[in-house]
């Protein structure tokens, strides 16, 4: 009798505690969206439109979980958050993933609790300078004043650069971003440090003159920027991890928004495994086995989404460079969906 207790009281605990860690992919289906952390507005990343209606190469994945999960691209909704709340929110429960231009570090994988689902742009940080400070180069910044924003992995690698390269300068860290951005503008610092993105979305989309602004030549990190999910839900975190591949692999594979459809004829075994046509790839992840033909269909591949917003069909006019297909000299190479 008394060992039956033991084992009766053995399988509540394991009950209780696999319904307190209820999957957030169960969590996403019954609540019917998915909660995205995003920016509190980053041109070309995550920022609202003139509607109202959040746009981005991150609100794109965004996007594509809810499609994937959802069936439907709009099911998501944008939790505007600071570089400072993010991982908290993330680790609260707050929202169900980050999609958030932030830099994938050995640190915020281990120590945080959260982990790191790819990588969605490859980055750098550089510098902005006003133009009238006439200076040409990042080894020309001894003792110059330099905002940053609070919760960056920016204000460190500042820190390591200058250090390793004998210059000395003067911090000038703020919380919102907003008023970094202002405090730049009106000349409390000398210069802007964050990831080139960064720096190029600022120049167009918040300052009143772009042109009497340039960005140094020197990018001084690695600064690879990706969705991060909680620790401890490996389900959601390949949700989160092969929506992003399937969008970098359809690029790869020529399967976009315009032709999805003629696609579901392919004779390509990849394409037909892609798109559902062959059935395994959704039933192991726990969705739909449309879930990637619902994203290219409703989002587009990696390349669409890149183009649209941060590159030519964008104000911010981004280059495709490290973020090309590896066929084209970069370093997006979709796992295989297989
Ligand atoms: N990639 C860096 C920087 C990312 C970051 O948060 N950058 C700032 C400055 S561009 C930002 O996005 N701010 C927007 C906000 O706080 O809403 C990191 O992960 O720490």
């Known amino acids: 009798m008394r060992k039956f207790k033991y084992v009766f009281g053995a399988a509540v605990i394991l009950a209780a505690a696999s319904a307190a860690q209820a999957g957030t992919l169960d969590i996403v289906k019954e609540r019917g969206v998915v909660n995205c952390g995003v920016t509190t507005g980053f041109a070309g990343f995550s920022a609202p439109d003139a509607k109202g209606e959040w746009q981005g190469l991150d609100v794109d994945l965004c996007r594509a979980v809810a499609a994937a999960t959802l069936g439907d691209a709009s099911k998501f909704k944008a939790v505007a958050l600071n570089s400072q709340q993010r991982f908290t929110a993330l680790q609260a429960g707050e929202v169900d993933l980050l999609a958030r231009n932030t830099t994938v570090t050995q640190q915020r994988d281990t120590a945080l609790g959260v982990i790191s689902a790819g990588v969605n742009f490859y980055d750098g940080q550089g510098f902005l300078v006003s133009k009238s400070l006439g200076v040409k180069s990042a080894t020309e910044l ?94 959601w975190l390949n949700v989160v991890k092969w929506t992003l591949q399937a969008m970098i692999g359809a690029e790869e594979l020529g399967v976009t928004s315009q032709n999805v459809d003629e696609q579901l004829q392919s004779a390509n075994p990849n394409i037909q495994r892609l798109l559902g046509v062959t059935k395994g790839a959704g039933e192991n992840m726990g969705v739909d086995e449309k879930w990637a033909y619902n994203i290219i269909k409703q989002v587009g591949n990696y390349g669409e989404s890149f183009e649209r917003t941060v590159g030519q069909g964008s104000p911010l006019k981004i280059q495709r460079g490290l973020n090309a297909q590896w066929t084209k000299g970069g370093l997006m190479y979709g796992l295989p969906i297989r």
């Not at 860290?173 to 907003?178: D, G, H, L, T």
């Not at 210069?191 to 140094?216: C, E, H, M, Q």
Request: aromatic fraction near 8%.
């Open 142 to 235: 001894n003792g110059a004043s330099v905002c940053m924003q609070t919760g960056t992995s920016n204000e460190n690698t500042m820190a390591d650069w200058a250090r390793s390269h004998g210059i000395s300068y003067k911090p000038v860290v703020i919380e919102q971003f907003n008023e970094v951005v202002s405090a730049f503008a009106a000349g409390r610092c000398d210069v802007f440090t964050t990831d080139a993105s960064g720096l190029a979305s600022i120049r167009i989309s918040k300052l009143t003159n772009p042109d009497d602004y340039v960005v140094l030549p020197e990018i001084i990190s690695k600064e690879p920027l990706g969705p991060f999910v909680r620790q401890g839900d490996d389900q």
